[in-house]
């Protein structure tokens, strides 16, 4: 069959735009593959980096979108492996997460990680101690995550609770197992007359607080 010169145009262009989109859903699924075998491989040390287990990485991620947060702080950032969940939340909805580790170690494993699921770009580790990082950052923050030293949490809280943004969440990990070593804090976020707070489990194990600032009315 002869195709005419004026249809071969079109149809070229159509061959094309559907080349160009079989290639870039299979980049997509390309990068889902290695993503997820990263995060296997990093689930293999999970004993010695304290990392949040995979469904609570996923409830983290739901919540990110969930919750349309674009301004997201973790304190705690160890390997990156709750990072990299937040992250990839973050990357879907156009925010970003800013993360605190003490341990320089720890610190450049994160980078590695979130440089290798691709989120070197859109996470940012901060080495440092996250008392004195929570007093020098900017804020407002739609979502906190704290899973850095336990104890010293009414001073993450006191800190924290200025620069969280109306409707934004904050949450501390650890809230079941710990929840007498972190008492004050608890007690603090329950109280707060602006903060709604559960504690929950998605893992019937340990779990979270979780603490919705409410919007003025
Ligand atoms: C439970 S781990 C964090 C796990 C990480 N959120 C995850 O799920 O992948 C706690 C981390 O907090 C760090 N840390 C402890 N005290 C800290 C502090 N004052 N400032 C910043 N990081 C701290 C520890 O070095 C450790 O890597």
Same mark, same amino acid.
């Given at each position: 069959m002869k195709v005419h010169p004026i249809h071969a145009a079109p149809l070229a262009a159509l061959v094309l735009a559907g080349a160009w989109l079989l290639r870039g859903a299979s980049a997509q699924e390309e990068r889902r593959k290695s993503v997820e075998k990263l995060l296997a491989e990093m689930e293999k040390l999970r004993g010695s980096r304290y990392n949040v287990a995979r469904e609570?990485?996923?409830?983290?991620?739901?919540?990110?979108?969930? #919750?349309? &947060?674009?301004? +997201?702080?973790?304190?705690? #950032? &160890?390997?990156?492996?709750? !990072?990299?969940?937040?992250?990839? +939340?973050?990357?879907?909805?156009?925010?970003?997460? #800013? *993360?605190?580790?003490? =341990?320089?170690?720890?610190? !450049? %494993?994160?980078? %590695?990680?979130? !440089?290798? +699921?691709?989120?070197?770009?859109?996470?940012?580790?901060?080495e440092g101690d996250a008392h004195k990082v929570a007093r020098e950052l900017e804020g407002p923050f739609d979502f906190i995550f704290i899973d850095a030293d336990m104890g010293n949490d009414l001073d993450y809280f006191n800190v924290l609770m200025p620069k969280l943004s109306p409707g934004g969440v904050m949450l501390r990990h650890n809230a079941i197992r710990y929840a007498s070593t972190m008492?004050?804090?608890? %007690? +603090?976020?329950?109280?707060?007359?602006? @903060?709604? *707070?559960?504690? @929950? =489990?998605? *893992?019937?194990?340990?779990?979270? =607080?979780? &603490?919705?600032r409410r919007k003025a009315p």
């Open positions: 609570e990485g996923r409830f983290l991620n739901m919540l990110v979108k969930m #919750t349309g &947060s674009r301004r +997201a702080l973790e304190l705690g #950032t &160890s390997n990156g492996y709750s !990072a990299i969940w937040l992250g990839l +939340a973050l990357e879907e909805i156009g925010g970003r997460l #800013t *993360t605190v580790e003490i =341990s320089p170690e720890r610190a !450049a %494993e994160a980078r %590695e990680n979130l !440089a290798k +699921a691709g989120l070197a770009d859109r996470v940012r580790v901060i008492r004050d804090f608890l %007690e +603090a976020v329950k109280r707060h007359p602006e @903060l709604d *707070t559960v504690i @929950l =489990s998605v *893992t019937m194990d340990d779990g979270f =607080s979780l &603490s919705r």
